[in-house]
């Protein structure tokens, strides 16, 4: 899976309204093991701010989303 997919995934766990009031300034991932075409991906919101993708029950990337603001809310 191309690596801006990932991106792509955890941005659309946002709605526009709250990307708006939150400015995103960073997005830091740390990937850990590779997929593949066709593979099923799955995100989980682990806090307000760090989301896990997983596929086939392994981690393969982590991710964590920095805003202008320090709390982040939905």
Not at 39 to 65: G, H, M, P, Q, W
Request: aromatic share 10%; glycine share 2%; net charge positive.
């Amino acid at each position: 899976t191309n690596n801006m997919t990932y991106v792509r995934y955890i941005i659309n766990q946002y709605n526009l309204s709250w990307i708006k009031e939150n400015p995103i300034t960073a997005i830091e991932i740390q990937f850990i093991n590779q997929t593949f075409e066709g593979d099923k991906l799955e995100i989980y919101r682990c806090s307000n701010n760090n989301f896990s993708i997983r596929c086939n029950n392994k981690t393969v990337a982590n991710c964590i989303i920095k805003t202008e603001h320090k709390e982040l809310s939905n």
